[in-house]
């Protein structure tokens, strides 16, 4: 037998083998594409429900201090409950968000909420009972002790609530469309 011959027979032989190794790899390509794919789409999904259950919260939290829409609807009890409800829910979900969303997320709310007020004090929520906008006190259910939940010295300007605003809804809509 020529060294030719046993070549073509080498090649005859290896030739199922190297078909068969690719058809592995591309197999194993795609399953891994598929896996990932499958992930990606249940991260989205898992980001739409945080999304649906925290957006009507910092929509709350907007309004009110932005003196808008349903703002006359609750009073500032309800809306540091509202701000501990968002705040348990984004820090259970923050390996799933985007850091830049749970950034922006820590920006608007300090800039609405004086924290860390001593051990067992709430959040005081900066912003006026009265001014231009409306006067709070006046508000159905108002009860004089609420005032001590109000930190009217370190409001924010109005633009500036709204600019946080657009910025934490921005992050979280980037985060959801961009994996």
């Keep these: 037998m020529t060294t030719f011959e046993i070549a073509k027979l080498l090649v005859s032989a290896l030739t199922p083998l190297i078909v068969a190794g690719f058809g592995w790899r591309i197999s194993t390509t795609l399953k891994n594409l598929e896996q990932k794919q499958w992930s990606n789409r249940k991260l989205i999904e898992k980001r739409i429900e945080v999304y649906d259950k925290v957006s009507p919260l910092l929509n709350r939290?907007?309004?009110?201090?932005?003196?808008?829409?349903?703002?006359k609807e609750y009073t500032p009890v309800e809306i540091i409950k509202a701000k501990r409800s968002l705040d348990h829910t984004i820090y259970i979900y923050k390996?799933?968000?985007?850091?830049?969303?749970?950034?922006?997320?820590?920006?608007?709310?300090?800039?609405?909420?004086?924290?860390?007020n001593?051990?067992?004090?709430?959040?005081?929520?900066?912003?006026?009972?009265?001014?231009?906008?409306?006067?709070?006190?006046?508000?159905?259910?108002?009860?004089?002790?609420?005032?001590?939940?109000?930190?009217?010295?370190?409001?924010?300007?109005?633009?500036?609530i709204a600019r946080l605003y657009e910025d934490v809804m921005n992050a979280q809509k980037k985060g959801i469309f961009s994996s």
């Excluded at 939290?61 to 703002?71: A, E, M, T, V």
């Design 118 to 160: 001593g051990a067992g004090e709430d959040a005081r929520l900066r912003t006026a009972i009265r001014n231009e906008e409306g006067d709070r006190a006046k508000l159905d259910g108002w009860e004089r002790s609420f005032e001590a939940c109000f930190d009217p010295d370190n409001a924010l300007p109005l633009k500036e």
């Design 61 to 71: 939290l907007f309004c009110y201090f932005h003196w808008i829409g349903d703002w």
């Design 95 to 116: 390996y799933l968000l985007e850091p830049d969303f749970f950034e922006a997320y820590l920006k608007f709310t300090r800039g609405l909420f004086s924290m860390y």
